[in-house]
């Protein structure tokens, strides 16, 4: 097929075939970071502002080195260096950066909808790096490469994502790419982050970790947001971790080829303990390896729809 987007906003709205198309550009991405010369000139004369409105480390990181692997120039900026801090719009801000003749934008925002927002006044393509609870297309298709490089097939693959679903971007993302490819999907954490609302989207919605994994084929925990709540949803993290963190013990309930997965950052001995994120369930640091092949792919497809 052919790329026909000039922006990547979110997973919900792209076709199973078209997150297919990204995640075969990626596999053929991930054979360059393999080579001695892990540079291609894809990207030679295109250049990408990374603007970065809410910290990153991952991410950034990753992006970064995605197009620099891409022979792109690029520029980086944060909030606290740009006139966002001196009260100018992000509207503004944007369009100003536009004028200086940009391809690109990869953008994350605490605000849910700021990248579709600056996507429709501009001409230069916009990459979502995450915007607040809502998005963070670039995670999910690295976590589904990963389990398609693992698992093989998609369809009828039992994922069950754990934790901090109503705050969490990455759950939602992962939630829309895996059920367009034909996953089975299981939301899991306490009830009060795991509203049984989430079922209308053809997701399984279980409160008890015992029986949200035991049947699984990838378990992909996430971590608590605390900086998106305003309130208290569980007594504790001890509390948390006891009936929802990941350790030796419940990792028995499991299938023995079961793929443990993370976002990162991870917060060690809630999630998961240190003996299941280093074991050998554990692919933790691959979704990291494969992120880099996943941005490329991305950066690669949408700049190529850029028309100036």
Known sequence: MEWTRKDL?????????????????AEEFKKVSERNVKKVPALRGKTVVNLFVEPSTRTRVSFELAEQRLSADIVNMQASSSSLL????????????????????????SAPGAQAFIAKHLKCGVVNAGDGAHSHPTQALLDIFTMREKKGALKDLKVTIVGDILHSRVARSNMWGLLKLGAKVTLAGPSTLVPREFEAAGVRVCHNLKDAVQDADVVNLLRI????????????????AKFFGLNRQNLRWMKPDVLVMHPGPINRDVELTSEVADGPNSVILEQVT??????????????????K
Do not use: W
């Open 9 to 25: 906003l979110s997973l919900y709205d792209l076709s199973a075939e078209e997150i297919t198309f990204l995640l075969d550009t």
């Open 86 to 109: 001196k009260g100018e719009t992000l509207l503004d801000t944007v369009r100003n950066i536009e004028s200086l003749q940009v391809d690109l934008i990869v953008m994350r925002h």
């Open 225 to 240: 947001q605390h900086e998106r709540q305003s309130a208290g949803f569980f007594p504790s993290t001890g509390e948390y």
């Open 290 to 307: 494969n992120g880099l092949a996943v941005r490329m792919a991305v950066l690669f497809l949408v700049a190529g729809c850029v028309k």
